[in-house]
C-alpha cells in the first residue's frame, strides 16, 4: 500500500483560487504518475490533470485547461493542483491518485487518497 493523503480543499467564492496538495509516502512515490479526479453530487468520477513519473509532461481536461496547474514538489513525494478563477461548477470532492502511466482513465490508478472537499459559491 502507498498512503496517499490529500488537503488544501476549503469554500471559496466565484473567481478564487485554490492549492490542493497530494502526499504519498514510501520509496517507490517517483516511479508512479499522479492524477486529480474528483466527484460531484450525483455524478461520476472525472478526470481533472495528470503528471507523468518526472515531473516532464501534464495532461488536462477541457473544463480545467488554463485554470488549473498540476505540479509535482521539489522533493516529489508531493503533487500539487493549482485551482484558478473557480466556477461553481468546480464544486466536486477532489481525489489524488497514483499509477503507473500518466492517463485520464480511472482504471489506469492503483491507489486513490480520501478526498478533499471543494466548495465554489455562486
Known amino acids: 500500500q502507498v498512503p496517499v493523503v490529500e488537503s488544501g480543499g476549503g469554500l471559496v467564492q466565484t473567481g478564487g483560487s485554490l492549492r490542493l496538495s497530494c502526499a504519498a509516502s514510501?520509496?517507490?512515490?517517483?516511479?508512479?504518475?499522479m492524477g486529480w479526479f474528483r466527484q460531484a453530487p450525483g455524478k461520476e468520477r472525472e478526470f481533472v490533470a495528470a503528471?507523468?513519473?518526472?515531473?516532464?509532461?501534464?495532461y488536462y481536461a477541457d473544463s480545467v485547461k488554463g485554470r488549473f496547474t498540476i505540479s509535482r514538489g521539489s522533493a516529489k513525494n508531493t503533487v500539487y493542483l493549482q485551482m484558478n478563477s473557480l466556477k461553481p461548477d468546480d464544486t466536486a470532492v477532489y481525489y489524488c491518485?497514483?499509477?503507473?502511466?500518466?492517463?485520464?482513465?480511472?482504471?489506469?490508478?492503483?491507489?486513490w487518497g480520501q478526498g478533499t472537499q471543494v466548495t465554489v459559491s455562486s
Open positions: 503528471i507523468s513519473r518526472n515531473g516532464g509532461s501534464t
Open positions: 491518485a497514483l499509477g503507473p502511466s500518466m492517463s485520464a482513465s480511472i482504471t489506469r490508478y492503483d491507489y
Open positions: 514510501g520509496r517507490t512515490f517517483s516511479n508512479y504518475a
